[in-house]
């Protein structure tokens, strides 16, 4: 199973910026998910785009995928403090693998 | 109920000691997950149940026995573990195995002496 890369590692933002993470895969995709986990806790799933759409917004989020540049990225606008966690990308490449395999995550932190 | 519950939170244990990690879920999810991480590192998967049988084993050792006694809950029987697997142990589940949204617990933080 293919893992995500992530870009960038880390990030720093002032609250009320947008902050942008982006990740890169090989091979083709079923699906690709978003999660966020705060310092030592569990994971929290935020959006899922498959590989036939190419946006999804949530809230403050928004997802683009491009298939053709085997990428996508997650925007988050207006942050703020408590959006400060690590952000991984996960991918689903099917081919009856049915398993979700993360990539190595960005950590963000939104200074107030 | 979204919530994917684990206990211990925190749990520490001697190389020669035995214990369990307990996961449970009551959204009727049939497929649950235990993954491994590392600190600064992403989640590795250890074990997948899909309808109470263990579909797959991602060739841990096996000093980590899984066991699913029913379609909410998932163990983790651990014996004689070594140092380096003092980790963060979470539990997920999904409606069915792969491609649908995992829903994670918070995690067994795990100290191995």
């Known amino acids: 199973s293919q893992q995500g890369e992530e870009d960038p590692q880390a990030l720093s933002i002032q609250e009320g910026e947008n902050a942008t993470m982006n990740c890169s895969y090989k091979t083709s995709i079923n699906n690709l998910q978003w999660y966020r986990q705060n310092s030592g806790r569990g994971l929290v799933h935020l959006i899922l785009i498959r590989s036939n759409e190419r946006e999804k917004h949530s809230g403050r989020l928004r997802v683009t995928l491009d298939t053709s540049k085997k990428s996508s990225s997650l925007l988050i606008t207006a942050s703020r403090a408590a959006d400060t966690a690590s952000y991984f990308c996960a991918l689903d490449s099917g081919a009856g693998s049915y398993q979700l395999t993360f990539g190595k995550g960005t950590k963000l932190s939104v200074i107030p | 109920d979204t919530e994917v519950t684990q206990t211990p939170k925190h749990l520490v244990m001697g190389m020669t000691n035995k214990k369990s990690l307990k996961c449970e879920q009551h959204m009727g999810h049939r497929a649950m997950y235990w993954y491994k991480q590392k600190a600064k590192k992403p989640p590795e998967l250890m074990f997948v149940?899909?309808?109470?049988?263990?579909?797959i084993n991602e060739s841990v050792p096996s000093r980590f026995s899984p066991e699913c006694p029913n379609s909410s809950l998932l163990n983790l029987h651990l014996h004689a573990l070594q140092p380096e697997d003092s980790a963060l142990y979470l539990c997920?589940?999904?409606?069915?195995?792969?491609?649908?949204?995992?829903?994670f617990g918070p995690g067994t933080r795990l100290l191995v002496l």
């Open positions: 997920a589940s999904s409606q069915a195995r792969g491609r649908e949204t995992q829903y």
């Open positions: 149940y899909s309808y109470e049988k263990l579909s």
